[in-house]
T-cell receptor, first 108, second 115 residues
């Protein structure tokens, strides 16, 4: 099956800092989504981004499908940004595949 | 609009028992998919239902099964529970099936502990 790799696995930030999370995938995909998992376990959809760039407040994402990667940018980080960020891709077999996640800790 | 609702939120079962988890999708959504999350294996796709039909199934043994009702509510069942089935089970819904370009929305999950 498709391989989805996220980096870095862990990220510690000072409040106000910017950061970039990366998602690489091993095969072509129909779409790609970014999620944030809150401390209670719920996955919150951040972006549906099969290609191109999108922005939502302090968050933005870029997917370069031809090069099989996506980036999630967090600007001016806040403590509420802490949690695990997952990249999920939809390959040709339509079985959504997740990366292992990036655990972000934002310190005040 | 209410979100995806999963019940029960927490449960403890004994090895060998079976468990049924329920998922009510967002109103109007006809696709429901299920995922298992464990510390060792991460998030893994279990199955997807659309209009009461199983569209896709992940690499899980036959002990894991599911169904979808005419009102789009879905249940998943795990029989003959093993310790390794302890996990967070997440349900997600979307207006259309995977591949139709829809964002998926997750519920809060059901935490299953097998002792």
């Amino acid at each position: 099956g498709i391989q989805v790799e996220q980096s870095p696995p862990d990220l510690i930030l000072q409040e106000g800092a910017n950061s970039t999370l990366r998602c690489n995938f091993s095969d072509s995909v129909n779409n790609l989504q970014w999620f944030h998992q809150n401390p209670w376990g719920q996955l919150i959809n951040l972006f549906y981004i099969p290609s191109g760039t999108k922005q939502n407040g302090r968050l933005s994402a870029t997917t370069v499908a031809t090069e099989r990667y996506s980036l999630l940018y967090i600007s001016s980080s806040q403590t509420t940004d802490s949690g695990v960020y997952f990249c999920a891709v939809e390959p040709a077999d339509y079985k959504l595949s997740f990366g292992a996640g990036t655990t972000v800790t934002v310190r005040a | 609009k209410a979100g995806v609702t999963q019940t029960p939120r927490y449960l403890i079962k004994t090895r060998g028992q079976q468990v049924t988890l329920s998922c009510s999708p967002i109103s109007g959504h006809r696709s429901v998919s299920w995922y298992q999350q464990t510390p060792g294996q991460g998030l893994q796709f279990l199955f997807e239902y659309f209009s009461e039909t199983q569209r896709n199934k992940g690499n899980f043994p036959g002990r894991f099964s599911g169904r979808q009702f005419s009102n789009s509510r879905s249940e998943m069942n795990v029989s003959t529970l093993e310790l390794g089935d302890s996990a967070l089970y997440l349900c997600a819904s979307s207006p259309g099936p995977t591949g139709s370009g829809n964002t998926i929305y997750f519920g809060e999950g059901s935490w299953l502990t097998v002792v």
